[in-house]
């Protein structure tokens, strides 16, 4: 099964699409110094498939793109950042500040 993963800025959410039917989304509220992942939501059909795992890495990696924090505030994509080490970094609270 092929999960495409697109960027829809006008929703303000990632959307997983599977044969271009939306199969989960990952909402986001993106400013200039920051991205807050609030809420991930993945059809009951496609659970376990993959499709929630393609739109966190989606997702962050649009944020590592540019260069943004993130804010997980969803609990899968705070979770899945977890299980990924290498998406820490990327951490909001994990990013030190000109203070430090």
């Known amino acids: 099964m092929a999960v495409e993963v697109v960027d829809v800025a006008e929703r303000g959410r990632f959307e997983a699409r599977v044969d ?3 199969a989960g989304f990952a909402e986001y509220l993106r400013g200039d110094n920051l991205v807050v992942y609030p809420h991930t939501e993945v059809d009951p059909a496609f659970e376990g498939k993959g499709v929630g795992g393609a739109l966190a890495r989606a ?4 944020a590592r ?3 943004l924090p993130v804010l ?6 705070a979770a899945w950042m977890r299980r990924h080490p290498e998406y820490l970094e990327l951490a909001y609270q994990n990013r030190s500040t000109a203070a430090d």
Request: charged share 20%; hydrophobic share 45%; with cysteine.
């Open 20 to 22: 271009g039917a939306v």
């Open 65 to 67: 793109t540019r260069g």
């Open 72 to 77: 997980a505030t969803c609990p899968f994509i």
């Open 59 to 62: 997702a962050l990696e649009d």
